[in-house]
């Protein structure tokens, strides 16, 4: 029975002399579009299933190419398990003399594809997006995926434990696709069914925004021979904290009178609340640094700095007496502040 041949570059919507960036940019758009838990029914797993299959070629220059020499052979050896009727035809293929089993000559082309990779669910307080962007280890695909975290959890260090949804080797038929010659019947041919497993990450302390954390052997592909999972780590920003490098900035108020007479307050950090001296005659906008506060430094050891920033801030409302204590001050007073202007 003749198989048709998939055309990789029509299931992306794309032109063959398409860029990286304009494959990368198409598979996105529709993996988005016809994923699983966006698109309901037969029809969008199996397109999902069609998207991911040509992205996995088309986005490995070398298996790129390979495929544009053998066209239609690629989906006649993909549904086809070696040894099977119509399976193991042999090629005569040019630069060689001879011909050869065409399930080996296949693999030397290709080689084993890697896993699909899925897109993993939001759990465990990790927000995942698109698992895009795979590298081929030995036995299995890399996955990237993207991990929010609070600059807290940043500061500390934290563990995430997360469910993770890829394409694995099926179990019944070990990833072959077919059991004695026959379909396999629980992956229909295919060779990988999707899976959940629990992902264990330790978020190193000090990591920041744009970071990298590595988790060696939980990409896809079969157990012991997996690629490895990526997490580009996003550190949440906080309601009173700014973190600039490994220095942490915080804008504190205080009141007039404590401005003019000094104080001792209490200052929060991420390590917990320290007494911080205020001089008398603090001018708003005046920066305290305390050393040791900041955030920990991922190489080197030690820590950044937390900077204070002071803000007098005014009462909303001033009461006749307080309105006739700065009327007061205020005629004890000679000097302009503004004097310099002119």
């Not at 699909?116 to 590298?135: C, T």
């Not at 497993?197 to 330790?202: A, C, E, K, L, S």
């Not at 001792?264 to 305390?290: D, H, N, W, Y």
């Amino acid at each position: 029975m003749p198989i048709d041949f998939k055309d990789y570059y029509q299931i992306l919507g794309v032109e063959r002399k398409a860029d990286d960036k304009t494959i990368k940019s198409a598979y996105r758009r529709l993996a988005r579009k016809h994923h699983p838990d966006v698109a309901k029914g037969k029809d969008s797993t199996e397109r999902f299933k069609e998207i991911n299959e040509a992205y996995e070629v088309l986005s490995d220059p070398e298996k790129r190419q390979r495929y544009d020499s053998l066209g239609p052979d690629w989906q006649r050896y993909a549904q086809a398990p070696p040894g099977a009727p119509g399976g193991g035809f042999r090629v005569e293929y040019r630069g060689e003399p001879g011909g050869g089993d065409f399930s080996d000559f296949f693999r030397t082309i290709f080689g084993d594809l890697g896993a699909h990779s899925g897109h993993g669910p939001r759990g465990g307080g990790i927000r995942f997006e698109d698992l895009l962007g795979r590298g081929q280890s030995a036995g299995g695909a890399d996955v990237q995926a993207d991990a929010e975290i609070s600059l807290d959890e940043a500061f500390h260090g934290t563990r995430k434990t997360f469910a993770l949804d890829l394409d694995e080797p099926c179990a019944a038929c070990q990833g072959a696709g077919h059991i004695k010659r026959q379909v396999c019947a629980a992956c229909g041919g295919g060779g990988w069914q999707r899976a959940r497993r629990q992902v264990d990450v330790r978020i190193p302390a000090g990591v920041r925004s744009g970071q990298r954390v590595r988790v060696s052997g939980e990409g896809a592909g079969a157990a012991g021979a997996r690629g490895d999972l990526y997490l580009t780590v996003t550190v949440a920003s906080h309601p009173f904290y700014e973190r600039k490098g490994d220095d942490v900035h915080l804008t504190l108020p205080i009141t007039a009178p404590e401005a003019a007479l000094g104080t001792t307050l209490e200052v929060p950090t991420l390590r917990g609340k320290v007494s911080m001296k205020i001089p008398p005659a603090t001018s708003s906008g005046r920066t305290f640094r305390l050393r040791g506060y900041g955030m920990p430094r991922l190489k080197g050891g030690g820590a950044g700095d937390q900077l204070v920033t002071v803000k007098i801030v005014m009462p909303s409302d001033v009461t006749p007496e307080e309105r006739d204590l700065y009327e007061k001050l205020n005629a004890q007073r000679s000097d302009n502040p503004r004097a310099y202007l002119g």
